[in-house]
């Protein structure tokens, strides 16, 4: 199987991760967003929504992220996807949440415009109203994680990582990008440290930590001039 991906793409690292940590074997067909190779007509082709990521298993092809991760998981019969029915209920449940309300606040309202430039307002003002507003709506969604989803056990599934950890975890630590302070959510901290010492995170997340280190600089040197 073929997956058209950028290893530091939100939608993208939850793939890699449960591939590598499931035995799952991708050719990864490297796609880089930040020259614009996802708007060149041989990638619209392949997506004409000149998007990542895109999964190619053999003639068949399906795109996002959630899709394709039950797809794998469906193949292999892997348990982070769940067949009992409530129990799959369950994690299809989880992944809309951060799919849609989670993602709308926190991905494209606070942290995209304000490192992507596509993604920026273009005037000084609108760009401040609509980061507040986006800032308001994500500690909302992260007051409901914490409070809410996560209980007592290490994984939003208990014991074990299901599939909406892997997407999820993905979802949340994009605020790396901005240094978004996640010590109101204690619940959500555990969480991710328990994901970030999965076997396979630190070689997956690898491109993903050299982005957050990009804009560390930036900053610094920002406030250092």
Not at 9 to 23: D, K, M, V, Y
Not at 62 to 88: G, M, Q, V
Not at 165 to 175: E, K, P, Q, R
Request: aromatic share 12%; proline share 7%.
């Amino acid at each position: 199987m073929k997956l058209h991906a950028h290893p530091a793409s939100t939608t993208c690292r939850p793939i890699l991760h449960f591939a590598a940590e499931s035995g799952i074997a991708l050719e990864l067909a490297f796609v880089d967003l930040f020259a614009g190779d996802q708007r060149s007509p041989a990638h619209a082709a392949i997506n004409p929504n000149r998007a990542v990521p895109v999964l190619e298993d053999g003639s068949f092809r399906l795109t996002e992220c959630s899709a394709i991760l039950k797809y794998l998981a469906e193949r292999t019969d892997l348990p982070a996807y769940p067949a009992e029915p409530t129990a799959r209920a369950r994690v299809n449940a989880l992944m809309d949440w951060f799919n849609t309300g989670f993602y709308r606040s926190f991905g494209h309202g606070l942290i995209y415009p304000q490192v992507l430039p596509d993604y920026a307002w273009p005037k000084a003002e609108m760009q401040a109203t609509a980061l507040a507003r986006a800032e308001s709506e994500s500690r909302r969604w992260f007051d409901v994680l914490d409070t809410h989803l996560l209980g007592t056990g290490t994984y939003l599934g208990g014991a074990a990582p299901s599939l909406a950890d892997y997407m999820g975890a993905a979802y949340v630590t994009i605020g790396a990008l901005i240094d978004f302070d996640l010590a109101p959510w204690p619940r959500v901290r555990r969480w991710l440290a328990a994901m970030a010492a999965r076997p396979a995170w630190a070689s997956t997340n690898r491109a993903f930590e050299g982005w957050c280190e990009i804009h560390r600089q930036a900053r610094r040197y920002r406030i250092a001039a």
